[in-house]
């Protein structure tokens, strides 16, 4: 590894870890951090721990379940709730199993924002949250820690409809005289501009997911969003859409907005590890500083240089050149991974294959 570089590993900020995940594809992309932003772990699936140096598996930063619209879940990681007096003890719930951060989803009831921010706050749980059409203003007020999501940043209409068209439409036919939501400085804000991408790729395609684990492709092709094929229509919609946000993202992160970066790991196309690094192209093929999408990225050491304990990772040098320079390639795995004192070497059997390790 002498033509090597030698850099701090990845943080993917938006993960749902899911059963039968690949975590070693994580690793050998160098990311050695993830955040769950909802999943069973820890709640009905076990918290995945690393005995060894034979165990290519990232740190989690545990999160607890999704808070959707009360009722019985549309979603399987959705918490069950019928009335807001149930909340505070299911964020209990969430501290005992040791979450740092819930997430309220696009159709939990705006007026019992503020009260879900206070409550998760005073038991030390940050807030993300994925808005419905208009509702990114009102979780600013109630102080939500972190919207997720570019392309749910619409304006709310009238509110009857709703869904990935609804939103691509949207964009797409933007009115420049329309009140879209202005954030201010400071605001974090997880773009996942790589969902977009990956939905528009693999609805051209009618869903085949090409080279994807049939089970997962089977998996991708129940969603909602994924259900039918889209029309040609609908398909012209999302790309029309792609550069309308890229612009958008440019012009708030130069207002000071803070970019949050991470790739909502297992949407539709979106691969652990591969997707976090095509998020970063795609934020620097927006116009975002190359060394601030970095930045943005990587587990950021105390201090530096880093000890012995805190995780890198090995780029070839052409690799990092060329994303320095705003044109990044192909995405491929890095050349190694150090976490936990163990090197962890890629196998160079594909990007979903396991990682092999070798302990130093």
Same mark, same amino acid.
């Given at each position: 590894?002498?033509?090597?570089?030698?850099?701090?590993?990845?943080?993917?900020?938006?993960?749902?870890?899911?059963?039968?995940?690949?975590?070693?594809?994580?690793?050998?992309? %160098?990311?050695?951090?993830?955040?769950?932003?909802?999943?069973?772990?820890?709640?009905?699936?076990?918290?995945?721990?690393?005995?060894?140096?034979?165990?290519?598996?990232?740190?989690? $930063?545990?999160?607890?379940?999704?808070?959707?619209?009360? %009722?019985?879940?549309?979603?399987?990681?959705?918490?069950?709730?019928?009335?807001?007096?149930?909340?505070?003890? +299911?964020?209990?719930?969430?501290?005992?199993?040791?979450?740092?951060?819930?997430?309220?989803?696009?159709?939990?009831?705006?007026?019992?924002?503020?009260?879900?921010?206070? *409550?998760?706050?005073?038991?030390? =749980?940050?807030?993300?949250?994925?808005?419905?059409?208009?509702?990114?203003?009102?979780?600013?007020?109630?102080?939500?820690?972190?919207?997720?999501? +570019?392309?749910? +940043?619409?304006?709310?209409?009238?509110?009857?409809?709703?869904?990935?068209?609804?939103?691509?439409?949207?964009?797409?036919?933007?009115?420049?005289?329309?009140?879209?939501?202005?954030?201010?400085?400071?605001?974090?804000?997880?773009?996942?501009?790589?969902?977009?991408?990956?939905?528009?790729?693999?609805?051209?395609?009618?869903?085949?997911?090409? %080279?994807?684990?049939?089970?997962?492709?089977?998996?991708?092709?129940?969603?909602?969003?994924?259900?039918? #094929?889209?029309? $040609?229509?609908?398909?012209?919609?999302?790309?029309?859409? $792609?550069?309308?946000?890229?612009?958008?993202?440019?012009? =708030?992160?130069?207002?000071?907005?803070?970019?949050?970066?991470?790739?909502?790991? #297992?949407?539709?196309?979106?691969?652990?590890?591969?997707?976090?690094? *095509?998020?970063? &192209?795609?934020?620097?093929?927006?116009?975002?500083?190359?060394?601030?999408?970095?930045?943005?990225?990587?587990?950021?050491?105390?201090?530096?240089?880093? !000890?012995?304990?805190?995780? +890198?990772?090995?780029?070839?040098?052409?690799?990092?050149?060329?994303?320095?320079?705003?044109?990044?390639?192909?995405?491929?795995?890095?050349?190694?991974?150090?976490?936990?004192? &163990?090197?962890?070497?890629?196998? %160079?059997?594909?990007?979903? $294959?396991?990682? !092999?390790?070798?302990?130093?």
């Amino acid at each position: 590894m002498d033509d090597a570089v030698v850099a701090p590993a990845l943080r993917d900020a938006h993960v749902h870890p899911y059963s039968g995940m690949d975590f070693a594809a994580l690793i050998a992309f %160098g990311v050695a951090r993830v955040r769950d932003l909802g999943s069973r772990l820890g709640a009905g699936e076990p918290l995945p721990r690393p005995a060894d140096c034979a165990d290519p598996l990232p740190e989690i $930063e545990l999160g607890g379940p999704f808070f959707d619209r009360p %009722g019985p879940p549309r979603l399987s990681l959705a918490a069950r709730w019928d009335s807001a007096e149930e909340l505070p003890g +299911l964020l209990d719930d969430a501290v005992t199993r040791g979450a740092r951060w819930i997430k309220l989803y696009a159709a939990f009831p705006q007026e019992l924002f503020g009260f879900m921010v206070r *409550e998760a706050h005073r038991r030390g =749980l940050r807030v993300a949250l994925h808005p419905a059409p208009g509702g990114a203003e009102a979780a600013i007020r109630a102080g939500v820690d972190e919207l997720e999501h +570019l392309a749910c +940043l619409v304006p709310d209409g009238d509110g009857s409809k709703r869904g990935t068209h609804v939103l691509n439409h949207r964009w797409a036919h933007r009115d420049p005289d329309a009140r879209w939501p202005n954030l201010p400085p400071g605001t974090r804000l997880c773009p996942t501009l790589v969902v977009q991408r990956k939905l528009i790729e693999h609805a051209a395609s009618a869903w085949a997911f090409p %080279g994807v684990p049939g089970n997962l492709a089977a998996f991708w092709r129940r969603m909602p969003t994924t259900a039918r #094929p889209w029309s $040609e229509q609908e398909i012209a919609w999302a790309r029309a859409a $792609e550069p309308r946000m890229h612009e958008t993202l440019l012009r =708030l992160a130069d207002s000071g907005v803070t970019l949050v970066v991470g790739s909502d790991t #297992p949407n539709p196309g979106v691969l652990p590890g591969q997707g976090l690094w *095509e998020e970063m &192209c795609l934020l620097v093929r927006a116009g975002i500083d190359p060394a601030l999408v970095f930045w943005s990225t990587c587990v950021r050491p105390p201090a530096w240089p880093a !000890s012995g304990d805190d995780p +890198l990772m090995f780029l070839s040098l052409p690799s990092v050149r060329s994303f320095l320079a705003g044109e990044p390639g192909p995405v491929a795995p890095v050349l190694a991974t150090l976490l936990r004192g &163990c090197v962890f070497v890629p196998n %160079g059997a594909g990007v979903s $294959e396991s990682v !092999s390790q070798e302990a130093r």
